[in-house]
């Protein structure tokens, strides 16, 4: 991890009783339950990995973060979340007249943060939701990052660990990844002011630039072929959709052995103006490119 990253967190204000909390001692008691299970029962493990939680719980601690050149998985965060679900007993949690079994306490506290959750939004304890985000009936997990004034529409989905950043809309039915491990694996990230249509599935550590619009139905794994068609030649990307890049579905031809068939690919057809706001500008490009949502 970032030094820097890592001094700023030392004197984060984290959890209950605004607590002052020592992230590189608790870094130690996490990385030292890792390679030590008989250590992991022990209140001073139980104790520094609830108080990991409760950094990603409030925003303070994250499982990825930008670093000025791209993004730094914090693989000791990460372990410490794999570390908290054996130490979680099952327990039936009663919800009006809804009733959940499950190891993982609910978040809490919206209106305090600022955060509309419509019924039957989940975000578990443990995910982070920035002011003004909305979620419509759909899920976050646990290590998850949602930026401010994020919209997470119906269905969507938001992994484990993914870094959803500000302003950002996932519409209806979108499938964003999770990882946990390996632990060095770099989550999905989703970067300020992008535009995810409707049914669009991210995994596997794929990075989406800031203000870009993928179209409708896009499937993005890491080795899933990106071709900017806008030039005189393709450029091909992987696991990278540069910033405001228009991205429609694909496909391209391949021999096998049984015929030639067309596999799936992503297109860059277009670019998101700079020159006029986000929203004005994703407008344009959903009519210029015809881009379904």
């Not at 054996?86 to 009663?94: G, L, Y």
């Not at 550590?205 to 619009?213: D, H, K, L, Y």
Request: glycine letters at 12%; a negative charge.
């Amino acid at each position: 991890m970032g030094g820097g990253y890592l001094r700023r967190m030392e004197h984060a204000m984290v959890g209950i009783g605004k607590v002052n909390l020592d992230w590189s001692d608790i870094r130690s008691q996490v990385e030292a339950a890792w390679e030590d299970s008989n250590l992991r029962d022990t209140p001073e493990v139980r104790k520094a990995v609830d108080d990991v939680i409760a950094g990603l719980d409030a925003g303070s601690l994250r499982c990825a973060h930008p670093n000025g050149e791209g993004w730094q998985v914090n693989e000791w965060v990460k372990k410490a979340v794999v570390l908290y679900f054996p130490m979680r007993k099952m327990e039936v949690m009663e919800v009006g007249p809804f009733q959940f079994h499950d190891k993982m306490a609910l978040k809490q506290n919206h209106a305090e943060a600022g955060v509309r959750v419509v019924p039957h939004a989940i975000a578990r304890y443990g995910s982070f939701l920035g002011k003004g985000v909305v979620m419509m009936p759909s899920y976050v997990n646990i290590g998850a990052y949602v930026g401010p004034g994020t919209m997470v529409d119906t269905w969507a989905t938001v992994g484990s660990c993914a870094q959803i950043g500000a302003d950002v809309h996932l519409s209806g039915g979108v499938g964003i990844g999770g990882v946990l491990e390996p632990l060095q694996a770099v989550p999905v990230i989703v970067e300020d002011g992008a535009f995810i249509g409707s049914r669009a599935i991210v995994v596997e550590g794929v990075r989406v630039g800031q203000e870009a619009v993928l179209g409708a139905g896009v499937v993005l794994t890491s080795s899933t072929p990106i071709i900017d068609v806008t030039g005189d030649a393709p450029v091909e990307y992987k696991g990278w959709v540069p910033p405001r890049s228009v991205v429609i579905p694909g496909t391209r031809p391949k021999a096998f052995p049984g015929g030639e068939y067309g596999v799936p690919c992503a297109l860059i057809v277009g670019q998101r103006k700079e020159s006029t706001d986000r929203k004005t500008s994703l407008n344009e490009a959903l009519r210029t490119h015809a881009v379904a949502v």
